[in-house]
T-cell receptor, first 113, second 112 residues
Framework: GESVGLHLPTLSVQEGDNSIINCAYS??????FIWYKQESGKGPQFIID?????DKRQGQRVTVLLNKTVKHLSLQIAATQPGDSAVYFC????????????FGEGTQLTVNP | DAGVTQSPTHLIKTRGQQVTLRCSPK?????VSWYQQALGQGPQFIFQ???????QRGNFPDRFSGHQFPNYSSELNVNALLLGDSALYLC???????????FGPGTRLTVL
C-alpha cells in the first residue's frame, strides 16, 4: 500500500550545526507535503509545507526540499538549537485524499549542547 | 486566536467501556479530522467531518464513530474499548475540507 517513511529513526547533532531529516514517499499522486515537530506529550506542531509544483520552500531557519523524481522530501534546520530536539514527521496528502494526511514513523532529533 | 482545543487531556478506561473525546477547531475552521497515534508511531487517520457529515474514513472499525455539531466542534466515540485502543487521540482542523495543518494537544487514552 501507499506509505510515507523516513530513512533514519534517530539523528543526533551538535548545537549550532545544521540538521537534515529525510523522508521517502511512495504515492506518486501526492500533491502536498507537511513537516511537523512533535515534543513529548504534545500534538504535532506545523513547521512548513510545500506543494508538489514547488522544489524548495524556506521558512525561519528551516528549508524543505522536494524531489518528485525520486519521491524524496527533506527538512533542513539551520543552526540547530536544543529546543529543536523532538520527533519530526513528514506527512503527505494525495490529490484525491481530501484533507487526509498520511504520516511516516518519525525521526527523533537530539541536539547536544 | 484560539487554536485547536481538546478535552479531556487524559483518560483511563477499562476494556469494554465506551469513551467520548471532544474537539473544538481553530477559530474560523469548519473541518475536523481525528487521528490515532500509538506510542512511537505516526498519527493514523480515523475520519474527517465537514458540514456535520463524515466525509472520509480511514481503516478503523465501526466501534469508532463521530459527530460534528453546528458550531463545528466534534466528538469521537469509541465503543467496546480494547487494550489496543490505548493511544494519543489527535484532532486537526482546517477550512473547507483542505488539508488539516493544525493539530490540537491530544487526549491520552489508557485502556486497562
Amino acid at each position: 500500500g501507499e506509505s510515507v517513511g523516513l530513512h533514519l529513526p534517530t539523528l543526533s547533532v551538535q548545537e549550532g550545526d545544521n540538521s537534515i531529516i529525510n523522508c521517502a514517499y511512495s504515492n506518486s499522486a501526492s500533491d502536498y507535503f507537511i513537516w511537523y515537530k512533535q515534543e513529548s506529550g504534545k500534538g504535532p506542531q506545523f513547521i512548513i509545507d510545500i506543494r508538489s509544483n514547488m522544489d524548495k520552500r524556506q521558512g525561519q531557519r528551516v528549508t524543505v526540499l522536494l524531489n518528485k523524481t525520486v519521491k524524496h522530501l527533506s527538512l533542513q534546520i539551520a543552526a540547530t538549537q536544543p529546543g529543536d530536539s523532538a520527533v519530526y514527521f513528514c506527512a503527505e496528502k494525495g490529490e484525491t485524499s481530501g484533507s487526509r494526511l498520511t504520516f511516516g514513523e518519525g525521526t527523533q532529533l537530539t541536539v547536544n549542547p | 486566536d484560539a487554536g485547536v482545543t481538546q478535552s479531556p487531556t487524559h483518560l483511563i478506561k477499562t476494556r469494554g467501556q465506551q469513551v467520548t473525546l471532544r474537539c473544538s477547531p481553530k477559530s474560523g475552521h469548519d473541518t475536523v479530522s481525528w487521528y490515532q497515534q500509538a506510542l512511537g508511531q505516526g498519527p493514523q487517520f480515523i475520519f474527517q467531518y465537514y458540514e456535520e457529515e463524515e466525509r472520509q474514513r480511514g481503516n478503523f472499525p465501526d466501534r469508532f464513530s463521530g459527530h460534528q455539531f453546528p458550531n463545528y466542534s466534534s466528538e469521537l466515540n469509541v465503543n467496546a474499548l480494547l487494550l489496543g485502543d490505548s493511544a494519543l487521540y489527535l484532532c486537526a482542523s482546517s477550512l473547507g475540507g483542505l488539508a488539516n495543518k493544525y493539530f490540537g494537544p491530544g487526549t491520552r487514552l489508557t485502556v486497562l
